[in-house]
């Protein structure tokens, strides 16, 4: 262990980053920042091309840091698992997503796991980053690594410490946001947060594996339930005719006991529809059903099915079917200012609308192009928002408050409003969520 602190105190560390993505390459540029020789590995080769060329894939990376650090000397990449020998810490980035059935899917963390055991050696630190379930540090890498000989804490280390990358959020970034570690043993958590101490301003130390994993599922679990609540709440007020953004302002002057949250057209990106899942999955096998989760899970994935009968509704009202109506879908990423689709409920919102027979479009400029999914790729539209009045009918999936949308609701294009772009307006051609 005191090699290790000596080589993270005198940047001697060569630190590995398994996963090139939205968290492993921001991950990889703070320790080169740092002072430490960082090697990425990826699969994707074309990645792996693109960080030695200087260039920077991810929106909250600049090109011009990425270009720094490995003009610097200390930040390179590379597809090739066996530089995975020379490394004394290995961070694994991976991806968990759902598999078809919904179920965790393991490939990749169980893939980085086998490589990083076919290449360890002696002293290292693996720490995983990856949102999984809790148990997987033990149950999945630690097995593997033992397999080669040694004793966890002592000849090697092994921690877990849950990203919290928020794409797009300018406010808090890696080095502002406190960062959890959990290690196996007490040895392992002190080398795991000091590696991270180089980096960030505030680690918080927990104390075992377990409860690292489990915080990060609490965190991403919380606000999948309480955006569930106030998804039924919209739900309710538009049953009741009540106005569900008046209702939640006035909630929210109570200095104690409430947080906001806001309805939406449903839950995208790569936390909140997924890491619940892995924690009621795990609940399954020990015989417990987290009914909670579970159902906030499925009032959530419903919302763009209430989305299209709000539209249906609304044409309805001006005596229009939405079969044969020209359809405008603005915002298909999961949130504004990200290019990120996965699990996007416009992309079903679009889905729902076109099995209706509507004539469906887009406008995302962080999308210029939809490959996969539909019969034929789809061009995103330019113009907002005067382009807007060639339509029937524009839903709004994500947050455009900074559009002037006057001249469109002063046509006779329907606006409905799934993201509060429109507070305080009470023109009738805008229905809101």
Not at 348 to 369: C, F, K, N, T
Request: charged share 20%; hydrophobic share 40%.
């Amino acid at each position: 262990m005191k090699d290790l602190l000596q080589k993270i105190e005198d940047r001697s560390l060569h630190v590995g980053v398994v996963g090139l993505g939205y968290v492993g390459l921001p991950v990889a540029v703070a320790f080169a920042e740092a002072g430490f020789h960082v090697t990425g590995l990826d699969v994707d080769s074309e990645k792996v091309a693109r960080i030695l060329s200087g260039e920077s894939y991810i929106g909250d990376i600049g090109s011009s840091k990425v270009a720094a650090a490995v003009q610097s000397g200390r930040l390179t990449a590379s597809d090739d698992n066996d530089v995975l020998a020379e490394m004394d810490a290995v961070i694994v980035c991976v991806p968990t997503p759902l598999s078809k059935t919904k179920d965790p899917d393991m490939t990749y963390v169980l893939a980085a796991a086998d490589q990083i055991a076919a290449h360890f050696h002696p002293g290292m630190l693996i720490v995983m980053e990856s949102t999984t379930y809790p148990g997987t540090t033990e149950e999945v890498l630690l097995p593997r690594l033992s397999d080669n000989g040694g004793t966890v804490g002592e000849d090697f280390f092994l921690a877990y410490s849950p990203e919290r990358i928020d794409p797009g959020n300018a406010d808090y970034t890696l080095s502002n946001t406190p960062k959890i570690v959990g290690g196996y043993s007490a040895a392992c958590g002190e080398v795991a947060a000091a590696l991270y101490g180089t980096i960030v301003g505030d680690v918080h130390l927990v104390s075992e594996c377990g409860a690292a994993e489990m915080v990060k599922l609490l965190e991403n679990t919380f606000r999948a339930v309480n955006i569930a609540l106030v998804n039924e709440v919209a739900i309710m007020c538009d049953r009741l005719g009540i106005d569900t953004w008046e209702v939640i302002e006035a909630a929210a002057t109570k200095p104690f006991g409430f947080m906001p949250f806001f309805p939406g057209p449903g839950l995208g990106g790569h936390c909140i529809p997924v890491d619940p899942r892995y924690l009621t999955w795990k609940l399954r096998t020990l015989n417990y059903h987290a009914r909670l989760v579970e159902l906030a899970s499925e009032i959530n994935a419903a919302m763009p099915e209430h989305i299209v009968h709000m539209v249906s509704d609304a044409l309805n009202d001006r005596q229009l079917s939405v079969k044969g109506a020209r359809i405008l879908v603005i915002g298909v990423a999961y949130k504004r200012d990200v290019d990120d689709i996965r699990e996007s409920p416009a992309l079903d919102i679009m889905r729902l609308l076109l099995a209706r027979g509507a004539q469906v479009e887009y406008s995302d400029s962080h999308v210029p192009e939809l490959t996969s999914g539909f019969e034929q790729p789809l061009k995103s539209v330019e113009g907002l928002p005067d382009v807007c009045r060639d339509y029937d009918c524009v839903v709004v999936c994500t947050d455009h408050s900074d559009i002037d949308w006057t001249g469109v609701t002063d046509s006779s294009s329907l606006l409905i409003d799934t993201r509060n772009v429109t507070r305080g307006r009470n023109d009738s051609h805008i229905t809101r969520l």
